[in-house]
T-cell receptor, first 113, second 114 residues
Framework: KAGVTQTPRYLIKTRGQQVTLSCSPISGHRSVSWYQQTPGQGLQFLFE???????NKGNFPGRFSGRQFSNSRSEMNVSTLELGDSALYLCASSSTSGLNEQFFGPGTRLTVL | DQQVKQNSPSLSVQEGRISILNCDYT??????FLWYKKYPAEGPTFLIS?????DKNEDGRFTVFLNKSAKHLSLHIVPSQPGDSAVYFCAASERSGGSYIPTFGRGTSLIVHP
């Protein structure tokens, strides 16, 4: 079974721009969660989607948004980028939203200049 | 305020010895706990978990202990191997909106010397 894939792996943007990151979960997995990892804050939960519905949201501003498609693929969007948005963005999938074990992708490294 | 704390940013251990990684939490609503391992340039991989109804769970060389009264859990790796060198994240979950949302600690970097 193929693992969780994320594209692109690396991205460089400038302040004020917007960015869209993509995640393809493991086949058959319906839950996709997004995390932001920074050296100072560790792994922080952004949001979770299950069957195309946002089920939970972390404590991030509205500039961070996401969606999930009928094939369970998910995208997250960050608008009006700030320097502090530079981070590794990780996507994780699981077969049901009640299952605790998540499978992570390799992440997208976003650098905002 | 951090709800899940891994107070040791790094740990160095000799091959063959025991590695003990610690994690403390503050939210009494957490009822499921997990450990993940992360190698550079890869996403975290699930290692082992424990429900709050248990105080110990073993999987091969890995054992997780949970002390609910102290709000403390630990991961024991015996014997430690150089391939265990990685960053270990502790995560604690509470049920929200029909799913479990994990809160992660900031990680402990384990180095196992040959």
């Amino acid at each position: 079974k193929a693992g969780v894939t994320q594209t692109p792996r690396y991205l460089i943007k400038t302040r004020g721009q917007q960015v869209t990151l993509s995640c393809s979960p493991i086949s058959g997995h319906r839950s996709v969660s997004w995390y932001q990892q920074t050296p100072g804050q560790g792994l922080q939960f952004l949001f979770e989607y299950f069957s195309e519905t946002q089920r939970n949201k972390g404590n991030f501003p509205g500039r961070f948004s996401g969606r999930q498609f009928s094939n369970s693929r998910s995208e997250m969007n960050v608008s009006t980028l700030e320097l502090g948005d530079s981070a590794l963005y990780l996507c994780a999938s699981s077969s049901t939203s009640g299952l605790n074990e998540q499978f992570f992708g390799p992440g997208t490294r976003l650098t905002v200049l | 305020d951090q709800q899940v704390k891994q107070n040791s940013p790094s740990l160095s251990v000799q091959e063959g010895r025991i590695s003990i990684l610690n994690c403390d939490y503050t939210n009494s609503m957490f009822d499921y706990f997990l450990w993940y391992k992360k190698y550079p340039a890869e996403g975290p991989t699930f290692l082992i978990s424990i429900s709050s109804i248990k105080d110990k769970n073993e999987d091969g060389r890995f054992t997780v202990f949970l002390n609910k009264s102290a709000k403390h859990l630990s991961l024991h790796i015996v014997p430690s191997q150089p391939g265990d060198s990685a960053v270990y994240f502790c995560a604690a979950s509470e049920r929200s909106g029909g799913s479990y949302i994990p809160t992660f600690g900031r990680g402990t970097s384990l180095i196992v010397h040959p």
